[in-house]
């Protein structure tokens, strides 16, 4: 399976701080990197497919990146419910689709 | 808008079968473009896709979970299903049902149901 380690596991930010979850797969994954954001208690929520496009309905300030093995979530000027967990997923292997152990983000 | 919802027993005895339906709405499961899916979250862990189907119903399993799983679909009711055998306290998780939507070679979850709790213990 490929792997996928998210860092840091956790973090510290301010409301209007701007930051910037990382993704780093144990393999070329070509691109094929989505991102979910799951609040306390609720269910995922997709934020961004293949790296950066943005799912409709979902406030321009998020936006991804990345290629190969690294992939980044960036978040500029952070809301109060934007604080949650964050997970990415490859969808390379579809037959072994894998996520990461999430990055919470948390008020400082 | 397309809604997804869970259903089936919260407790299951160890070595029983988990058995769980996904109810669709607002869109057909037979349309093209989307696979029907399973992903399930231990408490207060990651998520882990189950697998999933075609509209035609052809299956994909985790290969890690394959030989306990069993997944079908019942288009006259919009309807799809999973079925996990043998399971033990370590399979007692969250379980979502999820629409994954492929285009392009992308493939993602865009539509979740609510998820249900499924705890194993005698």
């Known amino acids: 399976d490929i792997q996928l380690t998210q860092s840091p596991s956790s973090l510290s930010a301010s409301v209007g701080d701007r930051v910037t979850l990382t993704c780093r797969a144990s393999q070329n994954i070509g691109g094929h990197l989505n991102w979910y954001q799951q609040r306390p208690g609720k269910v995922p929520r997709l934020l961004i497919y293949g790296t950066s496009t943005l799912q409709s309905g979902v406030p321009a300030r998020f936006s991804g990146s990345g290629s190969g093995t690294d992939y980044g979530l960036t978040i500029s000027n952070l809301q109060p419910e934007d604080f949650a967990t964050y997970y990415c997923q490859q969808t390379f292997t579809t037959l072994s689709m894998t996520f990461g152990l999430g990055t919470r983000l948390e008020i400082k | 808008q397309v809604q997804l919802q869970e259903s089936g027993p919260g407790l299951v005895r160890p070595s029983q079968t988990l058995s769980l339906t996904c109810n669709v709405s607002g869109g057909s499961i037979s349309s093209g473009g989307y696979y029907w899916s399973w992903i399930r979250q231990s408490p207060g862990e990651g998520l882990q896709w189950l697998g999933y189907?075609?509209?035609?119903?052809?299956?994909y399993y985790n290969p890690s979970l394959k030989s306990r799983l069993t997944m079908s679909l019942d288009a006259s009711k919009n309807q799809f299903s999973l079925s996990l055998t043998s399971v033990t306290a370590a399979d007692t998780a969250f379980f979502y049902c999820?629409?994954?939507?492929?285009?392009?070679?992308?493939?993602?979850?865009?539509?979740w149901g609510q998820g249900a709790l499924v705890t194993v213990s005698s």
């Open positions: 189907m075609s509209p035609s119903g052809t299956t």
């Open positions: 999820a629409r994954m939507a492929t285009g392009y070679r992308k493939y993602y979850f865009d539509y």
